[in-house]
């Protein structure tokens, strides 16, 4: 008896990024305000309540989407959410390692794993979460051409 397993590369990529989205709101929610100050560390021209209020929107947003990507529920709407996210996730990440901030990123908590210290200070770094958002970017844009345009309303 033979077993094979098919998974196509949209299907991959999807769980991929839907579990990074929910390692990384996981991480965020169970200390916000180790976010919060993550977020101020990366000198934003923004208001204060605007980056509190941030440290409290953003990992439930990164849930959602997270656990929509899984359940392939709204998947527009999460990969249109993906899109935007990592789009600010650039911006923010490529600002701060432009201007040489040694600050982690405050996106995911890799305390669980074996690693020692010269690599967890590099998968922490803004630099390396550039590249992953990045990548994270691409992978959503991918996946929100492969879903196609939603269907026209009807009179169109």
Request: with cysteine.
């Given at each position: 008896?033979?077993?094979?397993?098919?998974?196509?590369?949209?299907?991959?990529?999807?769980?991929?990024?839907?579990?990074?989205?929910?390692?990384?709101?996981?991480?965020?929610?169970?200390?916000?305000?180790?976010?919060?100050?993550?977020?101020?560390?990366?000198?934003?021209?923004?208001?204060?309540?605007?980056?509190?209020?941030?440290?409290?929107?953003?990992?439930?947003?990164?849930?959602?989407?997270?656990?929509?990507?899984?359940?392939?529920?709204?998947?527009?709407?999460?990969?249109?959410?993906?899109?935007?996210?990592?789009?600010?996730?650039?911006?923010?990440?490529?600002?701060?390692?432009?201007?040489?901030?040694?600050?982690?990123?405050?996106?995911?908590?890799?305390?669980?794993?074996?690693?020692?210290?010269?690599?967890?200070?590099?998968?922490?770094?803004?630099?390396?979460?550039?590249f992953r958002a990045g990548l994270l970017l691409a992978a959503g844009l991918y996946l929100l051409r492969q879903t196609g345009s939603p269907p026209a309303a009807e009179g169109e």
């Amino acid at each position: 008896m033979r077993i094979t397993i098919d998974l196509d590369l949209k299907a991959v990529v999807r769980w991929l990024v839907g579990a990074l989205f929910l390692w990384a709101a996981v991480s965020k929610l169970a200390n916000l305000q180790d976010f919060y100050t993550d977020l101020v560390a990366y000198h934003l021209p923004l208001p204060e309540p605007f980056l509190r209020l941030a440290a409290v929107v953003l990992p439930w947003l990164e849930l959602f989407c997270g656990l929509m990507l899984f359940a392939r529920f709204w998947l527009r709407a999460a990969l249109t959410w993906v899109v935007v996210l990592c789009s600010i996730f650039v911006l923010c990440t490529g600002q701060a390692w432009a201007r040489g901030l040694p600050i982690s990123c405050g996106c995911l908590n890799l305390d669980w794993l074996p690693l020692g210290v010269g690599a967890k200070a590099w998968l922490e770094s803004v630099a390396f979460a550039f590249f992953r958002a990045g990548l994270l970017l691409a992978a959503g844009l991918y996946l929100l051409r492969q879903t196609g345009s939603p269907p026209a309303a009807e009179g169109e």
